[in-house]
């Protein structure tokens, strides 16, 4: 068939159009499995967070559908990178990847490349990469993810040249594609799309769009599909998931879809990231505190302990507002894991600045933190301030940070030791198969005599032996 007259005999409903690719996909690729007489490969190689890793899944979940396999060997049939792009040193890894499936493609002419995600959002990629890489065949971004299956059977039709396709915002969300999760019994869930915060250093707004939150009952309704297929944990997904419900027609807060994910049955433990302190509410701390399946694990990104940096990066809170808002956390549930993300060397951040950060940490003694060294990035105000830090006093600050926030979190992990806690266990451990591994609900790893029938089973494991960052433990009857 050519692209015509497959485009012209596509639904205008989605996502019956999409599942119409999908058919028409499988012909073509069970043609081509009886050419080469074995069956095509794929490889979807994810960059970035939780929301990529939940965009790959539905990638994969087409491929299959379409009758690809799954391999990890990037010499496949067909590679996709499902790019991330909030810190400079996320592209560079792209474009050197790149290079290395150029030669592959060299030697298997049929071989298919594809980009996807963040990094293609911007338009300076998008030249370069036509200029530089004509070797990728298809270009896709953010808001139009939904539409795979139709560009991908596009592609597999297209005899020369690359097909791009990226949209510069979206307010559509298209349910009910198929999903191929990397986890049996557990998945991310996404709550809400895009950010409209507009912090002063970030590219996400920019390149996933406005807010859009999904109806709570699509939520609700494919969670108990997922409890249903052997799902015992969900993470839910969002940028700010504080601000969940903007947008939707009836009013409910992130609050009320905890309490509403809590009540399915079958369901064992919630996780959700990100919440943004600016909109942390004490009808949260409650819900959290009264719901028993959410985990006592909060990530609440601090960025900077500096109430001047914080202005500057578009926060929207005070360093006492924050401290305010842990305390409340720790009095409400006493038992809770505080976890964060910073920035060091903002632009025109001074010692005084850093050293309210190390306050600040040194006051809420995270359980673990992310740190992060500031990346400059076009198109975001911050990318325009004066004053950027010097490269070498950024690295005395970032070196001084880790150090505080690798001795707090030994010192937390420590405190547990010679506990009994619950675990999910995830997978045989890699090193030695007489040892299984699992998460508490603090998200702390430990590995303890088992076998792969408990994988997916909450267990309940004493922590006998700290070692560092992870326990050694055993079952506890
Ligand atoms: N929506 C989430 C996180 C999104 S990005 C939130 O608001 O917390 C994940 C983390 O990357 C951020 O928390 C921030 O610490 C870091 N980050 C974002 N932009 C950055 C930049 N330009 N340079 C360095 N780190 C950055
Ligand atoms: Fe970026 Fe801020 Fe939005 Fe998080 S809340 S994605 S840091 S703009
Ligand atoms: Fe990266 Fe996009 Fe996530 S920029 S951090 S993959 S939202």
Redesign the pocket.
């Known amino acids: 068939m050519s692209i015509t007259d497959l485009l012209n005999n596509a639904p205008d409903q989605e996502p019956e159009r999409q599942y119409y690719f999908i058919e028409e996909a499988k012909k073509i690729v069970a043609k081509k499995e009886q050419e080469k007489g074995r069956k095509l490969t794929c490889c979807v190689t994810t960059f970035g967070?939780q929301m990529n890793a939940r965009d790959s899944e539905k990638l994969l979940g087409i491929l299959k559908q379409i009758g690809y396999v799954e391999t990890e060997d990037e010499n496949a049939d067909f590679v996709i990178y499902n790019t991330c792009t909030?810190?400079e040193n996320a592209n560079n890894k792209v474009y050197g990847h790149l290079g290395i499936l150029h030669g592959y493609k060299k030697k298997n002419r049929d071989m298919m490349i594809g980009l996807c995600g963040c990094m293609m959002q911007e338009p300076t990629v998008i030249e370069h990469l036509k200029a530089n890489y004509k070797f990728v065949d298809l270009i896709f971004g953010t808001h139009n993810l939904y539409k795979f299956a139709e560009l991908f059977t596009t592609a597999l039709l297209n005899k020369k040249g690359m097909i791009i396709d990226i949209w510069k915002d979206t307010d559509k969300i298209v349910e009910n594609l198929p999903i191929s999760r990397k986890y049996p019994f557990k998945s991310g869930v996404n709550i809400s799309f895009g950010?409209n915060?507009f912090?002063s250093?970030?590219?996400?707004p920019y390149v996933r769009g406005r807010e859009r939150s999904r109806k709570p009952e699509d939520i609700v309704e494919e969670i108990k599909g997922l409890v249903a297929d052997g799902v015992v944990e969900v993470m839910l997904l969002g940028?700010?998931v504080n601000s969940y419900g903007v947008g939707l027609e009836e009013k409910v807060t992130f609050a009320d879809l905890l309490r509403m994910v809590n009540d399915i049955e079958g369901l064992k433990r919630i996780r959700f990231?990100?919440p943004?302190p600016k909109d942390l509410s004490d009808e949260l701390i409650e819900a959290m505190a009264t719901c028993d399946k959410v985990c006592h694990h909060m990530?609440l990104?601090l960025?900077s302990g500096s109430t001047e940096i914080l202005k500057k990066m578009n926060r929207r809170y005070t360093k006492e507002h924050y401290l305010g808002l842990v305390e409340k956390l720790r009095a409400r549930i006493p038992d809770v894991a505080i976890t964060t993300?910073?920035?060091v060397g903002f632009p025109g951040e001074t010692e005084e600045d850093f050293l309210d950060t190390m306050d600040v940490v040194d006051k809420v003694h995270y359980d673990s933190a992310?740190t992060?060294?500031?990346?400059?990035?076009t198109g975001?105000p911050?990318a325009a301030m004066e004053n950027q830090v010097p490269e070498d006093v950024v690295k005395d600050r970032f070196d001084r940070l880790l150090a505080l926030v690798q001795k707090h979190g030994h010192d937390k992990v420590q405190s547990l030791e010679g506990t009994v806690q619950e675990v999910l266990v995830e997978e045989v451990n890699e090193q030695d198969a007489s040892l299984v591994s699992g998460k508490l609900a603090n998200n702390v790893t430990v590995h303890f005599p088992g076998d792969e029938s408990m994988i997916g089973k909450i267990v309940n494991v004493r922590l006998n032996c700290c070692k560092g960052f992870y326990f050694i433990g055993e079952i506890s009857e």
């Open positions: 967070c909030v810190r950010c915060n912090c250093y970030c590219i996400v940028q700010n990231m990100t943004h990530h990104p960025q993300d910073i920035i992310f992060f060294i500031y990346s400059k990035r975001t911050a």
